[in-house]
């Protein structure tokens, strides 16, 4: 062999060396797992020799770009332990399932029995969980059954001082989460406290417990949760320290608390989601009580294009609710119907929040001292609740929203005595039944201290007849107009079934949306809507209601 030749292979070695290490290093190893023809003391890295269990993926350190594979139609029990690993923003650490030849299932299923977690990301960045299933139902762990310990089918912690990001969940499937073995029962005493005193299930949750720690670009979509003890997916940081999340594309059904939950949360976007059955309580084991979605303590969250249906439980347990704390929340877009405790509930010390564009069916139909209830339900409520001295809400925008309430609810309504800086405008009130105002249920805001409601802008909202918002109120609106909107399907459960047909009573007939007087700010992302929620444009002066003709 010639030099020439020689220097030709020894150099085409070293690119293809080159090219090993690169391809390596960036896109990492393959481990496969498969809990019948695997074994531990495999190197894994092959899919004729996987690995066997969870424990054995807990053990290994994984680099940027490594994919940990499970076979499906599997069943793995125990949890999976990812913590302290580091991938790439181009390179992630994915967890996922892979196919084998005549399995009709398509993910592996991980039965984290007895196990606190299904899935644990602790202290972890770029990491991406797809196709999986997960549950977790019951058998006690061994620790105490109190308010912090708790089962979730995904949870995900940070507890160091450093930034944390690019977590990512996709089609992931978790359902029977529970903390307890079926057969406990709660006393009634524990649904009436702020999120309950004993250890639950959780679908998934992300926790900063961290001061100074960040966690940051979250994403979870195309992923179904269903039938937890307790919250199906949650946000929580005590400081503000959960920043840029992504919610969307997910199904949230039969939680035993709120559907979707988010506290310390700064920048948000929750769309295209739907939430049924909320605050269930057809199992012992649930909480019995929660909202489709409700935020607190956060900042600039949008919340959009959203179906919220059928929350139940004695307090709460609205559509959407805002608590106290927050500020430039919009929700906008959404559908919300037969939710027990109504549709727009904001509480106090909220800044610039607002419900415009949404549909609202038959929400509120909660009636206190019934069936253990201790709120009334209702369509609109501006609560000055924040713990401590009431305060605001301040600067709530409610617009061109569309409500229907069939003739045997009674729409309930509540302003609190402090809120200052209030807009009601464009909306269609179609209440075919009594309306009257309710106590705010934390107190009476009629009888108790004195009425300090300012800057109120209500004006230009359509009413099926008088009385409908109730005539010996405070506030009024200076400028009704009273007509049937003759909705194409009244108390139909789609949004086409509230586009009016009577023409002349809502085209054009809405104000152009202006900050309130005492307002610099209105909302950040703008008061000016381009489109109603079926995507129309919005030509001329807006329309009444939701839906732009």
Known sequence: MSKIHLLIMTLRKITQLTLFLFTTLLFGETYYVNPTYGNDSYKGTSILKPWKTLERINKH????????????????????ILKNEIGSKEAPIKLSSYVLENILQQKAYINAKGYLNGILIENSSHIEVENVEITANGTLSPVTNNKKSMRCGILVLVTDANTHQNIVLNDVYVHNVFFNDKGLKRGKEEVKTANGTQSYGWGIRFINNSK????????????????????????TSKSRRIFDLKVYNNQVQETGGPG?????????HVYQNYINKSGSNDDSRKWGRGSGLWTWGS????????????????????????????????VQYNFSADNAGGFC????NNYNCSYRYNISVNDGYRIKDQDGAFQEGKIFWLSGFCKGERRGPYNSYFYNNTIYVKNDIVAKIAVDRVSNGVLIANNIFYIEGESKIVKGDQYNPETEGEWKVKDVFFKNNAFLKVENWPPNYRIQDEDPIIGNPQFMNKGGKSITDYIPQNIKLVKDRGVVIQPLTNDSIGLKIGLKVMHDILGNKIKNQPDLGAIEL
């Open 299 to 330: 900042k600039n969250v949008l919340i959009e294009k959203n179906t919220f249906m059928n929350a139940h439980g004695p307090g709460d347990s609205a559509g959407v609710h805002i608590d106290f704390n927050c500020s430039d929340i919009v």
């Open 212 to 235: 100074e720690g960040i966690l940051k670009n979250l994403v979870v979509k195309n992923t179904v949760i269903e039938n937890v003890a307790h919250t199906g997916l949650k946000f």
């Open 345 to 348: 509930e904001i509480l106090g």
């Open 260 to 268: 979707m939950q988010m506290s310390g949360v700064h920048d948000g």
């Open 61 to 80: 350190d994984f680099k940027k770009g490594d994919h940990i594979l499970l076979a499906s139609g599997y069943e793995y029990k125990g949890s999976i």
